[in-house]
Structures are given as C-alpha cells and as structure tokens.
C-alpha cells in the first residue's frame, strides 16, 4: 500500500521558538534537512516536504536503499508544512493530481498527527486512520505540551525530577524558589516547543551551563519577583500559557526511547543515548546568558545496564498505555536521564517522529532489524557546510563510505542540515572505537577539504 511521506516537522512548534532558533520556514535559507526523510520512502510513496531535495541527494538514497529514483513522486513546497497549509485547496489538488484515482489504497504517513493531517486525509477521499478523532480534537497538541506530560505522567507514577506547573509570575517564582535548593540549578520550560529551544537554565552556583536548554544564567534569588516576570513574559504567549520548572539533576546517562503506538500495540523501536557538546567554561554573571551545552547527535545503543534497562521501558511503557487508552496513535519519542546516584528521571515526551527514526530506518534497511545487537548506529553532527555532491567525494575518495560487504562505513544525510549548521552523516561500526575513528576521519576530511586518500 503507498503512503504519503508528510514531512510536517516543526509545523507545531512555537512561532517564536522556530524565530529564536533560526529555523528556516521553506527553501529559501538553502539547507538540505528535509533530504533525510527520504529514508522513509519507498517505493511508489510519495514524499511531501519543505525543502528541496536535490538529484544527488535522490540517487546517492536510491543507490543506497535499493529503491528506484524515479519509483517515488516527491512534492516540494516553499513554507512549512502548518495544518493550514495542509488544507490548502490548491495544495490539496497538487496532491490529488499525483495520487491519481486509486485513493482507497493510500495512507498518510505524516511526522505529527495533527488536526491538520486528518482533514487532509479527508479532502483527499482517503479511509479514515486510526487515531484521527483524537488528532481532530487537538489532540497531539495536548500531549506535546510539557504541562501535559508532567501531570499525567505524575498520576501515573513515572519518575519526574522535581518541580511544578506554573500559571503566573507568582507560581513561577515560587516553583523556582521551592525547587532551585536542591542542586542549585533548574530548568524553565516553554510548554509548546522541542528540542530545548524553548528551555531557560536557572542557575544559582557560577560556572552553571545547563545541557537540554538554549541558554543559562546567573541568578541572585534575593529578587526573585523581578527574574519570574522577566521569565514568564519571555516563555508565555497565547500559546503557552504554562511554564515546566525542573530541578537540573546531573546527569550519568542520558537516554531516549522511540516507540509506535497502534490500535493494537504498542512497539519498541529503537533506544539509545543522547550527547552533549562539552560544557563551556567560566562563570556565568547575572547580566549576560552562556551558550548551553548543545545537542550533537544520539548513538542507537541504550547501554544502561539490564537492570536500568528493563526499568527505564517499563516506566514509559505506564505513560504509553495511558495515551493509547485515551485515543493517541503515532509515533512517541520519550527523554530521559540516569542521575549520577543512579535514580531514573523523565522529562517529556514528544508525540511525533524522533531525531532517531531516520537512523533508525538506515539501519533496519542497510543492517537488518537487530542492528543495535550488532552494530553501533551513530549520528556525525556539527561540522561545515558542504555542498552534497562535495560531501559524497569527499567521503569516497577518504575510503569513509559505507561498504555494503563489511556493513561499516559513513552514509552522508544532507550537506547542510539545520539541525547543526553543517553536515548530517549517519556513522556505522561494529564498536564504540571503529565509531569514533570513523568520525574523526570524517571531521579531517570536512575540516582541510582536501581529498587524498584517507584523508
């Protein structure tokens, strides 16, 4: 059966979120992010996406995955992919146009379920999909909200770090107040955003910078009414109502789970842990904010020991059953760390395709479906731009280039992601090591740009 791929990836975010973070709107910035989504096609799908995706890109996957170029219709359009827009008339007769008349066998296959998606789904004379009642309602909205998610995660017993909910500048500063003692730091949250880019780092020790947040500053708790309503007009609008405040707690391990919720099951994708760029040095000052640790990629291996292991799923899998109870399907990607005591804390979910699920994809299709028992599938994020047709030399001629007899190797992703401001490669090893020495090969050949082999 095809399937729409509809890349409408940060279609929910925040307006001023998707401001403050640069997030380009459509194809005009230039960037090749969306490239990576066509690792969700296959053959006779159509990909829908925000970007425009160039013929190297398109034969590099073809070659890649084993899948025609020409075997799958992809749709470009200039904007995001907003509920809006997906109701569009004129967007809805493009996509009629390339369905052609068998529309009983096609299914959306889109990043978030939103309202949006179902009335698509509905304009364009497809079987209604499980899970689009709820997606009508806002659904998706409601458990993307980190409000939502630590209360009911609360009532059902999942590990939170402490803190509250927040409805005023005066429960903001109580919550920052009341939560700050234990470790000196805390996190605010934007309750409608992703990514961190809607987390402030609160921080009562200097030298703080806090991974999971976009900046972190100096605070003097003496006056505390002044730093809540500086906060809760910087996080609240119309759309965000709610402000999240957490204790920091330091962390051992960083971890994410990816699960797909069905009317069925509910299925273990892939799991893994989350990296960090190193701390930035020196004391932060109450006037000006530091740059926070930044997120540089996910290593699809969970190694948390059997133990943590089996308690960290069974924990998500308590919030997974509420939301299929209560009429959510899709994908979950859920976020959490292993404190440096060894105490399990979650921090959100977010109802929609993860970070790791292209990885995910490369990996079952390239490996098989127990890759993580055997290999090691890490993202290579942060370096330089570089043209893709540049990329793909660059990493032939070094000798990178995933080889399909020993199944190791360097597959590019985009030139220019916006996901780091540079490159996006999927690395693949048998082992931590092989990893490693693969990326640092990588990062030789992007940073000189000269080609001799090896690098």
């Known amino acids: 059966m095809p399937k729409i791929v509809l890349a409408n990836f940060r279609a929910d975010y925040a307006e001023n979120v998707r401001s403050t973070s640069g997030f380009p709107v459509g194809t005009k910035r230039g960037g090749d992010t969306g490239s990576r989504f066509l690792w969700h096609a296959s053959r006779g799908d159509m990909l829908v996406v925000p970007d425009l995706i160039s013929s190297n890109h398109i ?3 073809s070659a890649l995955a084993g899948v025609e170029s020409d075997s799958i219709t992809i ?3 200039d904007h995001l992919l907003s509920d809006d827009a997906l109701i569009d008339d004129e967007f809805v007769s493009h996509l009629k146009m390339n369905i052609g008349a068998d529309l009983a066998n096609w299914s959306l296959f889109p990043c978030v379920h939103t309202k949006g998606v179902a009335e698509l789904g509905s304009a ?9 009642e709820f997606a009508r309602q806002h659904g998706v909205d409601l458990l993307n909200l980190k409000s939502t998610f630590r209360r009911l995660a609360a009532g059902v017993a999942v590990p939170l770090p402490p803190g509250s909910v927040a409805r005023s500048p005066a429960e903001l500063g109580r919550a920052i107040t009341s939560t700050i003692p234990a470790t000196g730091m805390v996190i605010a949250k934007q309750d409608r955003s992703g990514g961190g880019h809607g987390n402030v780092g609160l921080a009562t020790i200097g ?3 806090l991974p999971g947040t976009r900046s972190s500053r100096f605070i003097d708790s003496s006056n505390m009414d002044a730093i809540a309503n500086e906060l809760w007009h910087e996080l609240s609008d119309e759309f965000n109502s709610l402000i999240v405040v957490e204790s920091y707690v330091p962390a ?3 971890f994410y789970l990816e699960f797909h919720v069905t009317d069925a099951h509910i299925s273990f994708l892939n799991g893994g842990m989350i990296r960090y760029s190193v701390q930035p040095e020196g004391v932060v000052s109450r006037d000006v904010m530091a740059k926070s640790p930044r ?3 996910l290593d699809l291996q969970l190694v948390l020991g059997n133990r943590t292991h089996a308690e960290v799923v069974g924990h998500a899998r308590k919030f997974l059953d509420l939301i299929q109870r209560i009429g959510y399907r899709g994908f979950v990607n859920i976020d959490g760390l292993v404190s440096v005591d060894g105490q399990i804390f979650f921090h959100e979910i977010n109802a929609r395709w993860g970070g790791s699920l292209v990885y995910h994809e490369v990996g079952t299709r390239l490996l098989g479906s127990d890759y993580a028992d055997h290999f090691l599938v890490s993202s ?3 370096t330089d731009p570089v043209p893709f047709h540049e990329l793909i030399s660059l990493i032939d001629e070094a000798g990178l280039a995933f080889d399909q007899s020993s199944l190791t190797g360097v597959l590019p992703l985009g030139g220019n992601s916006d996901l780091s401001g540079g490159t996006e490669s999927v690395v693949i090893g048998r082992d931590a090591r092989e990893v490693l020495d693969l990326k640092n090969r990588l990062n030789s050949c992007i940073a000189s740009r000269i080609r001799p ?3």
């Open 207 to 209: 030298g703080a910078s």
């Open 380 to 382: 290579a994020l942060g």
């Open 252 to 254: 051992r391990h960083r």
């Open 295 to 297: 997120w540089i990629g």
């Open 59 to 61: 034969e590099h996957f």
């Open 75 to 77: 749709v470009h359009v």
């Open 453 to 455: 082999a090896g690098c």
């Open 124 to 132: 364009l004379g497809l079987p209604s999909a499980p899970g689009d």
